[in-house]
Structures are given as C-alpha cells and as structure tokens.
C-alpha cells in the first residue's frame, strides 16, 4: 500500500466533512478516483458508496479512516522529531482558530510567522474552541486560538487578550441614541439569546442576569452563532449581547452599546501540545505569546 494512496483517501475523507450524513464531494479527478479505486482492491473492500449526488463513508470505510489518520499522524510526528533533533527549523505548522482571532490577532501573527520562516507552509483551520482542542490532542494542530475552557486537560495555555461584552441594538433602534443604558431600559425589548446544548460561561452569565432582572419572558428569539444574532439584530428584530470583536464586522447595522450592571470580559489565548515536537515550537510559541495586549 503507498502513502499516496492513503493520503489521498484522508483528503477526500476529510472533504466529506467526516461524520457528517449530508457531506458532499466530487472525486471526478481520474487520478483521484483511480488511487482510491486501486486503494479498494487492494484491500477487498468498499471504501466509499458512490452515487450521482453524493459520496459517502462506508462503516469499512470509516474505520479505515481512523487508522490511516493515526498513521499518517505518526508519520509527521516523527518527521518533526527527526528535524527538531537536528536542530532544523519548522517547515510547516498547522494553526486552528475561532474567528474572533482570525480578524484580530491572527493577521499580526501569520506575518510574523512568515518574516521569522520565509519557508515555512502553514495550514489555517476555522472552528470552535472544543473543536480545536481535540485536533491540537490528536496532532493535527500545532496551536490553536481559542477561548479559555475550564479543563485544558494536559495541553498548555495562555491568555492574550480579553475584550468586553456589548449590548448590540440595531442602528435604527431608539436605544442607538442613548449615551447611557440601564438593564431597565430592556424590558420593553425583545431579547436575541444563544441557546445551546451545553452553555458556556459567558451564556450562562447572561441567563443569569436575565433571571435576575426578571428579562427571561423577554427573549423572543434565539441561535447558536454570533452571526446569527448580530443579523438578527441587524434586521431590527431585538437586541443582545455580542462579544466586541463584532464591532469590526464589515457593513454592520447595528451599534454596540454599554449597560450599566453589565460587566463581563471573554478571553482569547493560546493553546498547545507540550509533546508536538514540531521544529522551532518555541519561538512559534514566543512569537504567539508576544501578541498579548489589555483587554478595550
């Protein structure tokens, strides 16, 4: 069995989003489809079930998947040792992100990344901040830029910046003109709350406050994304409270506002695995480490 042969399987895996029943991929590409093809024979089994509108994982498949991620996982992993013991420097890295710092702090980041190693591939993967971490534990991320959590479990971390909770009213809101907002002045409002399945700290912070100041009949609408809601917001359907990093969104319709009795601060750092023996690490850690700045 080739590497190429496996490398390619993981890329079309991953391109159907994997775990995902309603993933779609096109593996048209004749070279593609005949690695893969050969991959089946060689094996004995079906990898994928093909069909005009999509592709999906068989359960052979599946497990196939899981295996062939570890190894090619052992495959860098010991590709990096090799080079770290050398004394080589990093010749790709892998950076997970949410997005409040992929349009803060990420841009300062990659460009200094790319003036220290003028060689060196990256790969930027979006999503959420327990979507990360597993992919930091599994070895797929070197770091990643995500919100603190409670149990880091063995992956280290450090704060670089926390930036302050807002109420988001929509432009043409009366609340927009108000220089000054109480927790009373919401109760002619209708709220735009998250509701998830697990709440976070800062969820649960809210739903709290709203219970406290009797606003819980109050949320008429809810989601569970920021973009959700500022849109929300935006169409002049009610009001909630966004994290500040929003207030750089492009063509916005809404304004951030301060509310009395509201004082609440979200976090942003940086997680890493103390075992990734990628290359020059540390100064990758140091150059992430120097983009620490106080809280708006």
């Known amino acids: ?29 004749p070279g593609l489809s005949d690695a893969i093809l050969a991959l089946e024979k060689e094996l004995g089994v079906q990898l994928f079930i093909r069909s ?32 770290s013991v050398a004394g080589k420097t990093a010749r790709k890295i892998a950076i997970g992100t949410v997005y409040p710092a992929t349009i803060g702090v990420l841009p300062s980041f990659l460009a200094r990344i790319g003036r220290k190693y003028p060689d060196i591939r990256m790969h930027i993967e979006s999503g959420t ?21 409670e149990n880091i479990g063995s ?11 807002l109420l988001a009213v929509a432009k ?16 002619s409002e209708k709220i735009i709350s998250f509701s998830r399945q697990n709440l976070s700290y800062s969820e649960r912070y809210f739903a ?41 969104l492009p063509n916005r319709g809404f304004e951030l506002k301060k509310v009395r009795g ?3 601060k979200i976090g942003l750092g940086v997680a890493w695995n103390r075992e990734d023996p990628t290359a020059g690490r540390d100064d990758i850690i140091d ?10």
């Open 262 to 264: 509201v004082d609440f």
């Open 172 to 187: 043409q809101s009366p609340l927009s003109l108000k220089s000054e907002i109480d927790l009373e002045d919401l109760r």
């Open 52 to 83: 005009t509108r999509r592709v999906e994982l068989t359960r052979a498949g599946a497990a196939f998947y899981e295996r062939s991620v570890r190894i090619l996982s052992e495959i860098d992993l010991s590709t990096e040792i090799a080079r």
């Open 287 to 296: 150059i992430a480490r120097s983009l620490a700045r106080p809280g708006r």
């Open 1 to 29: 069995m080739e590497l190429r042969q496996l490398s390619y399987f993981v890329a079309v895996a991953e391109e159907l989003h994997f775990g995902r029943a309603a993933a779609k991929v096109s593996i048209t590409q």
């Open 129 to 149: 901040t327990d979507d990360i971490i597993r992919h930091i534990e599994a070895g797929r991320i070197n770091l990643g830029f995500i919100r603190p959590v």
């Open 208 to 248: 709290e406050k709203f219970e406290e100041h009797d606003l819980t009949d109050n949320v008429a609408y809810t989601c569970d994304d920021t973009f959700s809601l500022v849109s929300l917001v935006s169409a002049g359907l009610g009001i909630g409270f966004v994290p500040e990093w929003t207030q750089d």
């Open 155 to 165: 992956l280290r971390f450090f704060s670089i910046a926390h930036e302050r909770y």
